[in-house]
């Protein structure tokens, strides 16, 4: 079956410094999705990415969509205490069994130092 | 925030009882979803619903099935519960499958923890 693997599993950073989170599917991808989960929360939808080599923006998070659709990142410039908590990545295989089914990365769990 | 409505929110049961979780919408939705969520695992689907009546199974579908009589329940039923369903459970919901643009909105969560 469709694998979604995410790195780094966590992530300490001083506030202020960046952060990157890279998402990587075993197969092609119709699209990816990133949700952000705060400690006690629920997963929370922040973008998706459709179209090869896709770039979007929110502030200070760029999220990109590889040439191949089968890779993603998330950037965050100059992190803040608010950009605590675990971003997943889920990607929604193309087609065949399962093309309903959104599989998630395991998350990358981020700290922020004040 | 949508409007899902997971209870209960927390229950703690004995292995081997069966124990039913909710979720509601008033959004209309037409997909709804079960994921369990483990440290080390992230989000694992267990069955989601396309439809009244309309059911299919997702990755860790052994041990729980899932009823849909109305547009806005959606029911995740353990028959008989074991320790290894110890985690805590979302329910979520979205407009459409296709790739347009349709994300999943979650409910807050179901804390379970069987003994």
């Known amino acids: 079956g469709q694998q979604v693997m995410q790195i780094p599993q966590y992530q300490h950073v001083q506030e202020g410094e960046d952060f990157t989170t890279y998402c990587n599917s075993s197969?092609?991808?119709?699209?990816i999705q990133w949700y952000k989960q705060r400690p006690g929360g629920h997963p929370v939808f922040l973008i998706q990415?459709?179209?090869?080599?896709e770039v979007k923006k929110q502030k200070r998070l760029t999220f990109q969509f590889g040439e191949a659709k089968k890779n993603s990142s998330l950037h965050i410039t100059a992190t803040q205490t608010t950009d605590v908590g675990t971003y997943f990545c889920a990607g929604l295989p193309y087609s065949g069994a399962g093309s309903y089914q959104l599989t998630f990365g395991k998350g990358t769990k981020l700290s922020v130092i004040p | 925030d949508a409007g899902i409505t997971q209870s209960p929110r927390h229950k703690v049961t004995e292995t081997g009882t069966p124990v039913t979780l909710r979720c509601h919408q008033t959004?209309?939705?037409?997909?709804m979803y079960w994921y369990r969520q483990d440290p080390g695992h992230g989000l694992r689907l267990i069955h989601y619903s396309y439809g009244v009546k309309d059911t299919d199974k997702g990755e860790v579908s052994d041990g729980y099935s899932v009823s849909r009589s109305k547009t806005e329940d959606f029911l995740l039923t353990l028959e008989s519960a074991t320790s290894s369903q110890t985690s805590v459970y979302f329910c979520?919901?979205?407009?459409?499958?296709?790739?347009?643009?349709?994300?999943?909105?979650f409910g807050d969560g179901t804390r379970l923890s069987i003994l």
């Open positions: 959004e209309n939705h037409r997909y």
């Open positions: 990415l459709v179209k090869s080599g």
């Open positions: 979520a919901i979205s407009l459409d499958r296709s790739f347009s643009n349709q994300p999943q909105h």
């Open positions: 197969t092609t991808l119709s699209n």
